[in-house]
């Protein structure tokens, strides 16, 4: 396994007091290159005739790496670390997120309107016609960002006070990317029925339910039951948002490499809820040939310990990954740090696609494939072709929200891959360049035409 590159979620900033004299700068920044931080800003903080105080910005790549690095430079002689900053601890000190009025109260007459006695108006015409809620308060745009902490990033069972940061993150990410206003909603409860009660209980704030980190299968025992028992949409985005983007994704790749995606052999290595997710879509555009694996091996019908998700995709073929990624096409992976080989990867198919999309280490690293595949896509950030569910999430929900869709259907998430994918044209498209960037302001504007569009195509629009 070689090597993560530094990146920011581990970056440190270091401040320095050093003798002012030539070369002592140029001694900092030699430990660091030495021990492989990635350097950032150097800012001068104070300079005196005989000493300099500044901070130096490093990217490491864990932990490990940037007490290494700290190490390095508090060994440097004539230097004295007076202050380390974590920089991602940092930016989540008291939360990342808050919650503002749209109206500012400078007097009684507005205090009067926005709160007693004027809004007892609103209360009356809002119980006399329910669809006024959607006109007259914050539900036409509001997101529950619901989870019970149980599977939490690639970090496992880490309950509802862990997984606040990652739910905070998302609201984040809803008001940046479709200006929705979203809220963390941690339940510490792990039992379906309570989970389903709860958000049944709440629904009537809020437009739309997205649920988060809830570990399989019962994560899809609540969606769908959830989806049964209310009329806004309800949408898993570690199942339907990694589905989304990873079609988006194989769609552009399957043209670099001419090859329809009705004739191509799909491995799939994850069986949890994005993998079974991805399936389903992939069946749905068309894929005929899909196995899936898990940690016990191929899916196959021979097996008795599948779920019915599981059941769903069984295949006559047995055996481990090894046997299933010969002659693939196309290996997707939503699993396990290192599970596939070089020679895994280079028995597959002429012109292999790999998406090794395991955070923060993939299945296999890209720079032991380079010469052997025709794409590679991982789910970093630091790497060409990030497969990131933000290309879809904040779109499917603004979409949905415009045109007040009562619920979410196979056939918008399809329409939705292919409008990203739409966003890389002919000239761009590269084996560098088969998504569009995070930051492209066209994605979530073309993913929400394309879910509301087929909302009133399905008649499940209410405007």
């Known amino acids: 396994m070689v090597n993560l590159t530094p990146n920011p979620s581990f970056s440190v900033t270091l401040r320095l007091q050093l003798p002012n004299k030539a070369g002592k700068l140029a001694s900092v920044v030699q430990a660091i290159a030495n021990t492989g931080g990635n350097m950032g800003p150097i800012d001068l903080i104070e300079q005196t005739l005989h000493t300099t105080v500044r901070e130096f910005t490093v990217d490491a790549s864990s932990t490990e790496h940037a007490e290494e690095i700290i190490e390095s430079v508090k060994n440097l002689p004539d230097s004295k670390l007076l202050e ?29 309107m926005a709160y007693t006695p004027g809004v007892g108006r609103i209360c009356r015409a809002i119980a006399d016609d329910p669809e006024q809620v ?20 690639g970090l496992g069972n880490l309950g509802p006070g862990g997984a606040l940061p990652v739910m905070e993150g998302k609201a984040m990410l809803f008001k940046e990317f479709a200006d929705i206003d979203a809220f963390p909603v941690c339940l510490d409860t792990q039992d379906p029925d309570a989970i389903v009660e709860t958000v049944k209980n709440i629904a009537p704030v809020f437009g739309g339910i997205n649920l988060e980190d809830i570990a399989a299968p019962r994560c899809f025992e609540i969606e769908a039951r959830l989806r049964e028992i209310l009329e806004i949409p309800i949408f898993h985005d570690d199942q339907h948002g990694t589905a989304i983007v990873s079609l988006a994704a194989l769609i552009n790749a399957l043209k670099l490499v001419n090859k329809p995606i009705e004739e191509v052999k799909i491995v799939l290595n994850g069986a949890g809820a994005a993998g079974i997710a991805i399936a389903r879509l992939l069946k749905k555009a068309g894929a005929t040939q899909i196995i899936i694996c898990d940690s016990r091996g191929i899916i196959s019908k021979g097996r008795s310990d599948l779920t019915p998700q599981k059941q769903e995709f069984a295949v006559e073929l047995s055996g481990t990954i090894t046997n299933a990624m010969k002659g693939a ?17 280079k028995s597959m198919a002429s012109d292999p696609i790999v998406f090794a999309m395991a955070n923060p280490i993939p299945e296999i690293q890209p720079e032991l494939i380079t010469n052997d595949v025709a794409v590679i896509a991982t789910g970093r950030s630091d790497y060409a072709n990030q497969i990131n569910n933000v290309l879809a999430f904040p779109g499917i929900f603004r979409g949905a929200l415009d045109c007040r869709a009562s619920s979410l259907t196979m056939s918008m998430y399809l329409e939705a891959a292919a409008a990203i994918a739409a966003l890389v044209t002919a000239n761009e498209l590269s084996p560098e360049n088969i998504v569009p960037s995070v930051f492209d302001k066209r994605v979530a504007i073309a993913v929400a035409a394309a879910v509301s569009h087929t909302a009133r195509q399905e008649g499940i629009a209410r405007r």
Do not use: C, W
């Open 329 to 345: 096409d196309v290996f997707m992976g939503i699993s396990v740090p290192g599970v596939i080989t070089r020679e895994m990867v």
């Open 84 to 112: 380390v900053y974590d920089r991602t601890f940092n930016l989540h000190r008291s939360g990342k997120i808050s919650i503002n009025s749209k109206i500012p109260l400078k007097s009684q007459s507005d205090l009067a």
């Open 134 to 153: 959607y006109n007259l308060t914050i539900k036409q745009n509001t997101v529950a960002i619901v989870t019970d902490g149980s599977a939490v990033l």
